[in-house]
C-alpha cells in the first residue's frame, strides 16, 4: 500500500530555517514526480514546489523562490523541503504528494509548520 510520510515540522521564529522530509512507501518512488503543497490556516492547499522523477527539473511558487528548496534522494525513497528565512505567512500544514501520468497520485497526511515570534 501506497504511503507518504512527512516529518520535519515545527515552531520557529522569522527568519529561521527548517527541513521537511517525506518518506515514500509501497510504490516505485522513482518513477513518480513529487511535490510539496501547503494549507495555511482556513485557507485552500495550494503547490510550494515539485521536483521531477528523477531530480532533473524544479519548480517552486514565486512567494518561496530562493528561499526554500526541493530534492529527492531516490535511494532513499524520500523528498525533501529546505526552507530558510522564514516568514509568518509560511505558516501552514505541508504535504507531500506523489504524481505519475494523471491518475497515480499520493498524498501524504501533512506536518506543520508553524512561523511565531
Known amino acids: 500500500q501506497a504511503q507518504l510520510v512527512e516529518s520535519g515540522g515545527g515552531l520557529v521564529q522569522p527568519g529561521g530555517s527548517l527541513t521537511l522530509s517525506c518518506a515514500a512507501s509501497?510504490?516505485?518512488?522513482?518513477?513518480?514526480?513529487m511535490s510539496w503543497y501547503r494549507q495555511p490556516p482556513g485557507k485552500q492547499r495550494v503547490p510550494v514546489a515539485s521536483?521531477?522523477?528523477?531530480?532533473?527539473?524544479?519548480m517552486y511558487v514565486n512567494s518561496v523562490k530562493d528561499r526554500f528548496t526541493i530534492s529527492r534522494d531516490n535511494t532513499k525513497n524520500t523528498v525533501y523541503l529546505q526552507m530558510s528565512s522564514l516568514k509568518y505567512e509560511d505558516t501552514a500544514v505541508y504535504y507531500c504528494?506523489?504524481?505519475?501520468?494523471?491518475?497515480?497520485?499520493?498524498w501524504g497526511q501533512g506536518t506543520q509548520v508553524t512561523v511565531f515570534s
Open positions: 521536483i521531477g522523477s528523477n531530480g532533473e527539473s524544479t
Open positions: 504528494k506523489a504524481l505519475r501520468g494523471a491518475r497515480e497520485i499520493y
Open positions: 509501497g510504490f516505485n518512488f522513482s518513477s513518480f514526480a
